[in-house]
């Protein structure tokens, strides 16, 4: 049974701030102080995924006004293949209904375009393939990204500002 458990303290965190960092490219992700800042932002939550007894991956979730967004998303890599991925993305949708994420384009290389279609096949659309996100900072490039939702979204650049003001800060 996959469940969640929310991360308050900095102490839980080494194992999920190692595999963030090793993970994801220096460009798609917050240095250290970023990131252990977002236990203070009441609109940020950092989740332990759990199955049964063992802690599977991590996301990092944001609310915003009229859904939530899926920062960041990763199964470990000693459970991966297993197909907990599916059962993490049903979950979440479960219990938090509407969900937007970012993911590189597919065109990009074999790895992103196999992401793609495991979005697409859980239940995930694009809503645009323009999207910039933001730099995290100092020295780290902004990245043409696709944005993807698993809900009809009525105005993507209403959320695309959203989703820069509250979680960039841009």
């Given at each position: 049974?996959?469940?969640?458990e ?20 220096i460009?798609e ?30 996301l ?29 993305l ?13 993911s590189?384009?597919?065109q990009?290389d074999?790895?992103?375009e ?13 809503i645009s393939?323009d ?9 780290k ?16 650049k209403?959320?695309e ?10």
């Amino acid at each position: 049974m996959i469940y969640f458990e929310e991360i308050q303290t900095r102490k839980k965190l080494s194992r999920i701030f190692a595999a963030y960092e090793s993970t994801f490219p220096i460009d798609e992700r917050r240095d250290e102080t970023q990131f252990l800042a977002l236990l203070e932002n009441p609109d940020s939550f950092i989740f332990a995924v759990k199955n049964e007894e063992n802690q599977v991956g991590y996301l990092i979730l944001w609310k915003l006004k009229d859904c939530y967004y899926l920062e960041h998303f990763e199964v470990f890599e000693e459970f991966r293949n297993l197909k907990l991925g599916a059962q993490i993305l049903t979950e979440l949708k479960d219990k938090f209904g509407n969900i937007v994420l970012e993911s590189e384009p597919s065109q990009l290389d074999e790895m992103a375009e196999r992401r793609i279609n495991f979005y697409l096949r859980n239940g995930f659309s694009i809503i645009s393939e323009d999207y910039i996100q933001p730099s995290y900072g100092p020295g780290k490039n902004s990245m043409n990204l696709f944005l993807m939702s698993n809900f009809h979204v009525v105005d993507a650049k209403n959320l695309e500002q959203e989703l820069h003001v509250k979680v960039y800060q841009s």
